[in-house]
């Protein structure tokens, strides 16, 4: 038994975690799958419930919304109080990471948008952003902000809900 298992007053059988991973259990069918020759850096489920291969769309979504809710911890600030704001923003930029190679600003408007990707001023967070805190998509809001929510932290699959139908 591990040391997690002695601990407990239930005799539990925890495997080594290299084993098991909570991204090795299946939310449809509510179980874990194992394969003891996957790498531990393998993230998608392991069954078949999911695609077992995102398109680069997802993988920008992903990578957008993870950004977001570091970015709004480490800087102290919130999603706007109403959350599907911040869900387009992250959608937005999602899409300049893909079309662009950057994460630029989707709520302005550029003559050139490669020229402004390649330039960085307006890439995520921008530059008043990072040293004003002021976010022109209402993206990252400071507690100041009268439309600043609670939410410092949003799902991919909240931000994917909330952007249905765009």
Known sequence: RTAAARTTSQSIRVPPSNILRLSDYCREKKTFTTMTSLPVTRRSCLCSCEKESKT????????????????????????????????????????HKVTLGAPLCPCRHYD?????????????????????????????????????????????????????GI
């Open 56 to 95: 680069e769309d997802d993988k920008a979504l992903i990578a957008m919304t993870n950004f977001a809710n570091r970015y709004n911890k480490v800087a102290g600030t919130t999603y706007c109080s109403d959350v599907s704001i911040a869900a387009v923003v992250i959608k937005g930029l999602a899409e």
């Open 112 to 164: 050139d948008k490669q020229a402004e990707a390649e330039q960085g001023y307006w890439n995520c967070p921008c530059v008043p952003m990072r040293e004003r805190k002021e976010c022109h998509c209402m993206l990252f809001l400071t507690e100041e902000n009268a439309f600043a929510g609670d939410e410092t932290s949003v799902t991919p699959e909240e931000v994917v809900k909330m952007i249905e």
